[in-house]
């Protein structure tokens, strides 16, 4: 099985950094990916790792680690539209498009 | 990018009556599709996996008589969720996964059930 862990909460100001924090205990894996969802919307992806290491796009970047089960989700100058809820999904292998979604990360951005 | 609907958006029930949200992928053909169920401020729940052709395969706990999902086609998957309960009242999200750079999923808007 997967189980997959972030925090629940997380406060940050605007213009800061704020790095959400994922780890998952499974069975197999086959990538970790990043969704953001606002508020009564549907979640978007935002990133993949299947490989160690960190993977930038613009002010997002996702780093992996597969020998100990951790990822996290890096957001940098964050702005108010940042504020949502960032959830963390692992594919197991051998799923074809399957997810497992951990509970999410709600983030709050304030001035 | 993929683009998923979901239809409708909103809807309002009375308790005993049955419901069918559709999902549809609008610029792809989707083998695989997904129904979640979300409740306030938490994560997703996956509900089931509907296969076009086949019977979908549910997860523990969903009641396969009372979320009913038909994958007809390739660009169409429905839930219907019959005798409907106030305890049914949630947010459904749908997904379609697609072959691409990533074979991620793309979400539908979702539709917001309120059983009344």
């Known amino acids: 099985g997967q189980n997959i862990d972030q925090p629940t909460e997380m406060t940050a100001t605007e213009g800061a950094i704020v790095q959400i924090n994922c780890t998952y205990q499974t069975s197999g894996f086959n990538g970790l990916f990043w969704y953001q969802q606002h508020a009564g919307e549907a979640p978007t992806f935002l990133s993949y790792?299947?490989?160690?290491g960190l993977e930038e796009k613009g002010r997002f970047s996702s780093f992996l680690s597969r020998s100990k089960g951790y990822s996290y989700l890096l957001l940098k100058e964050l702005q108010m539209k940042d504020s949502a809820s960032y959830l963390c999904a692992v594919r197991p292998p051998n799923s074809g498009y399957a997810l497992n979604f951990g509970k999410g990360t709600s983030l709050l951005v304030t001035p | 990018g993929a683009v998923v609907s979901q239809h409708p958006s909103r809807v309002i029930c009375k308790s005993g009556t049955s419901v069918k949200i559709e999902c549809r992928s609008l610029d792809f053909q989707a083998t695989t599709m997904f129904w979640y169920r979300q409740f306030p401020k938490k994560s997703l729940m996956l509900m089931a996996t509907?296969?076009?052709?086949?019977?979908?395969?549910?997860e523990q706990g969903v009641e396969k008589d009372k979320f009913l999902i038909n994958h007809a086609s390739l660009t169409l998957s429905t839930l219907t969720v019959t005798s409907a309960h106030p305890e049914d009242s949630s947010f459904y999200i749908c997904?379609?996964?697609?072959?691409?750079?990533?074979?991620?999923?793309?979400f539908g808007p979702g539709t917001r059930l309120t059983v009344l």
């Open positions: 997904s379609a996964g697609t072959s691409g750079t990533y074979n991620e999923q793309f």
């Open positions: 790792n299947v490989l160690d």
């Open positions: 509907s296969n076009e052709g086949s019977k979908a395969t549910y």
